[in-house]
């Protein structure tokens, strides 16, 4: 299971910070990121972590913006949000799988997702 917290309301520039907390069994074999999903809009790929290389991929549109990190003993994987822009409104899920960055990306499991909504 994952459970996503941290999203809400920011004024364009400034910084939020997702988490995603994993429960019922370990991810640490597993790719962690989040996918984004504004309305109209097919989802996209935001951010991933590799939990056993801690390899890190990002979109092009969060590249030098957001940052992806994991805690492994806490099974949570955080992404930092910073220089805000309207455009990054949009639902944000946790996912946990493999090859997230890719076209083939596998998602075994999906968080509930979380708001962010960003004011200019």
């Known amino acids: 299971r994952l459970v996503e917290s941290g999203g809400g309301l920011m004024q364009a520039g400034g910084p939020l910070r997702l988490s995603c907390a994993a429960s019922?069994?370990?991810?640490?074999?597993?790719?962690m990121g989040w996918f984004r999903q504004a309305p109209g809009k097919e989802r996209e790929f935001v951010a991933s972590?590799?939990?056993?290389?801690?390899?890190?991929y990002y979109g092009d549109s969060v590249k030098g913006r957001f940052t992806i990190a994991g805690d492994n003993a806490k099974n949570t994987v955080y992404l930092q949000m910073n220089s805000l822009k309207p455009e990054d409104t949009a639902i944000y899920s946790c996912?946990?799988?493999?090859?997230?960055?890719?076209?083939?990306?596998?998602?075994?499991?999906w968080g509930q997702g979380t708001q962010v909504t960003v004011s200019s």
């Open positions: 996912a946990a799988g493999a090859f997230l960055h890719l076209p083939i990306a596998n998602v075994a499991y």
């Open positions: 019922g069994r370990t991810f640490s074999t597993f790719s």
């Open positions: 972590l590799n939990s056993r290389t801690l390899d890190t």
